[in-house]
């Protein structure tokens, strides 16, 4: 089917079963262009929990589709391919996370969004890369567990200095990948630009960049500042994003190819069908979501 018509018949079957669609800013763009919203973690999943519609049909990854879910179990929240499961958040597993806990029993779980329901489940409070600072600070514990990323936990070490930050040993392979060098050779090509990198990326990255945001976070800087030139250190779907949105800037790409393959693996097919068919719904038990809730809740108090 031509893209046009695909487009037109997402947004009539929206109308039809007052769905809504969100969407995450490493979506392909023509998704991105069909959106009710779209945004980093946070602000889908403060949309997640607001929205009116009957319908949630998410494009981004599992676990994404999962939080939407916990802050709104009465909707019928769907994914259009459930394939698409972030890396990173399968890197903490509820048994593993079981053991490494009791070795500090006077720890606080802090879960990152990008882990499972299951781990959401474990934890004291959820963080996404956009508060993870301002919500470990407010917490009272003094020692954290800091569940998968590694980056984002040396990232929060640096601005929280009175707690202990324990890592779990995982990471994103698209901002993981990113070195100093990289920073350096396109510091170097254009030494006008702005270089804002995500929380995600390795510390030598991120001291060696003039912001770190979350993606929307990016966004925003990119409007308000009044530089005309920036690299993104992060997915590439977010520069395409801020090339069509602020056409007055330029965004230049890293020479390294920064693809998520999981959120590439949402189409407009799979959405049409997703929203046709009313497949595939996120079911989650029932205990799950209530403990969840307490984690993801908590951490939109803090933030
Ligand atoms: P944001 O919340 O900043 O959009 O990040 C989500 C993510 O998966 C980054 O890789
Ligand atoms: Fe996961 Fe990295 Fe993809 Fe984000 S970019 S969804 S952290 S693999």
């Known amino acids: 089917m031509p893209t046009g018509e695909l487009k037109q018949r997402i947004k009539d079957l929206k109308r039809k079963k007052n769905a809504i669609l969100l969407v995450h800013n490493y979506q392909r763009p023509e998704i991105q262009e069909i959106a009710d919203f779209i945004g980093d973690s ?5 949309k ?3 929205t009116e ?3 949630i049909v998410f494009a981004g990854v599992t676990f994404m589709a999962e939080t939407a879910k916990i802050l709104s ?6 994914m259009p391919e459930p394939a698409a499961r972030c890396p990173m958040a399968e890197m903490a597993k509820p048994d593993k996370l079981k053991k490494f806990a009791e070795q500090y029993p006077d720890a606080e779980i802090v879960a990152y969004v990008n882990t499972t329901a299951e781990i959401k489940a474990m934890a004291d409070v959820c963080v996404t890369s956009s508060n993870a600072v301002k919500v470990v600070d407010n917490l009272d514990g003094r020692r954290i567990i800091f569940i998968p990323d590694k980056n984002l936990a040396t990232y929060v070490s640096i601005y929280v200095k009175d707690k202990e930050i324990i890592p779990w040993d995982g990471y994103c392979y698209v901002h993981n990948a990113f070195t100093e060098d990289d920073l350096y050779e396109i510091k170097d090509e ?3 630009a702005v270089i804002i990198s ?3 990326c390795r510390e030598e990255v991120i001291m060696n960049s003039q912001y770190v945001e979350s993606t929307q976070g990016m966004m925003r800087l990119a409007k308000e500042l009044s530089a005309s030139e920036f690299v993104f250190f992060t997915e590439e779907g977010l520069t395409k994003r801020a090339r069509r949105e602020i056409p007055d800037k330029k965004f230049y790409s890293t020479s390294k190819l920064a693809v998520c393959e999981e959120m590439k693996k949402i189409t ?3 959405i049409y ?3 046709l068919y009313e497949r595939y719904e996120v079911v989650l038990e029932q205990d799950i979501i209530e403990r969840a809730s307490r984690a993801l809740n908590r951490m939109l108090e803090l933030s």
């Open 190 to 192: 254009h030494p006008q």
């Open 42 to 46: 946070l602000d889908l999943s403060r």
């Open 198 to 200: 995500h929380p995600e």
């Open 53 to 55: 519609a009957d319908i």
């Open 273 to 275: 069908e997703s929203l």
């Open 268 to 270: 407009l097919e799979k």
């Open 73 to 78: 179990p009465l909707k019928k929240v769907l």
């Open 48 to 50: 997640a929990k607001e």
